[in-house]
């Protein structure tokens, strides 16, 4: 998560001449940061430079990049009578086509050495979003809407659904070999709310996209979700119709496992600041969490994004541990 990102100097000498959402508008720019990564690092995937709030712009509403800030919205939804001023009808091709030619130009210069991951917001962290204008420690706003204006944020989670499936059948069309829907924003709801304002999107999502692929004949390409700090509803994310369940830091990946069982493949969850650990400690925090998880149905990473300031040197060195303690593991199983 966040592979491409602003801990290599060579990320941000591509961008340093330009405005963040331009950049993501950019094929050719999208494919050079995708592509970075993988020229230092042995990593077995990549995954498409973007950015979950280009759903939002296709709808008609402006995100812009504040320095220090992060992403705001200058006119965030504030009243239900708002919604009136997105777009009931998208066309995905138009809105997001540039995504979908980044993902055709990477998928080519690729070669095939590895895979290669598209993704998308989820409804509910897209939603909060629109109504927060922006980051929030409290997403007191999104949340006001849920317990106020309950039909009219399903009538939003709908609308950003219909898209998000789209935009990822879209995304496999242009040759994405795996989906990853992000619900960074799950940990803000209790269980009931998640039950009602997340949680049945989800699922319909993956249920409509692997039919509509189906239906194009189109490949059947592995679903990720990674609903951050949504352990209450572990279970449910295991058979909520994904192949692979991503899991933030702060659950143990034994009791993970045994929730789960080997119903689904399992992602995750070294906390991102490990990083900041001498590489020998790298190492071993990466081998408790490997002997944690077992080496099927698994795929190490970690628990959140990658953050700006972490050395590539220990990004390399968490790379180079995972492979050798899963050799290891696998060759004395």
């Known amino acids: ?46 995954i498409i430079f973007s950015d979950i709030l280009v759903v939002p712009q296709a709808l008609g509403m402006e995100v812009v990049m504040v320095p220090g800030k992060g992403p705001t919205f200058p006119e965030p939804l504030k009243e239900v009578e708002d919604l009136l001023k997105l777009r009931p009808k998208v066309d995905v091709a138009a809105e997001l086509g540039y995504v979908f030619e980044a993902i055709t130009l990477t998928r080519h210069r690729l070669e095939g050495k590895v895979p290669l991951i598209g993704f998308s917001g989820a409804p509910w962290t897209l939603m909060s979003y629109m109504i927060e204008g922006g980051g929030s420690n409290t997403m007191a706003k999104a949340k006001a809407w849920l317990y106020r204006h309950p039909e009219a944020s399903h009538r939003l989670l709908r609308l950003l659904a219909d898209l998000i499936v789209q935009y990822l059948v879209g995304q496999v069309a242009a040759g994405a070999q795996a989906l990853q829907l992000f619900e960074s924003h799950a940990g803000h709801l209790g269980p009931e709310q998640f039950g009602e304002f997340a949680l049945p999107y989800l699922r319909d999502i993956a249920q409509r996209v692997k039919s509509r692929l189906e239906e194009a004949a189109l490949p059947a390409v592995p679903m990720i979700v990674f609903a951050k ?66 080496t099927q149905r698994y795929i190490a990473n970690l628990g959140h994004g990658l953050y700006p300031d972490v050395s590539p040197e220990h990004v390399g060195a968490f790379v180079e541990a995972v492979h050798t303690h899963s050799r290891h593991l696998s060759r004395h199983k």
């Open 229 to 294: 700090d949504a352990h209450y509803a572990l279970e449910e994310l295991a058979q909520s119709g994904y192949d692979v369940v991503g899991l933030d830091w702060t659950i143990q990946p034994r009791e993970a496992r045994e929730r789960t069982g080997l119903c689904v493949t399992l992602q995750g969850n070294l906390d991102p600041c490990a990083l900041y650990a001498p590489k020998e400690r790298i190492g071993e925090l990466v081998k408790t969490m490997l002997e944690g998880f077992g």
């Open 1 to 46: 998560m966040r592979q491409a990102g602003r801990y290599l100097p060579e990320f941000r000498e591509t961008r340093a001449t330009q405005d963040f959402f331009a950049t993501c508008r950019s094929p050719k720019t999208c494919c050079e940061l995708t592509l970075q990564p993988l020229r230092r690092f042995p990593l077995d995937a990549a």
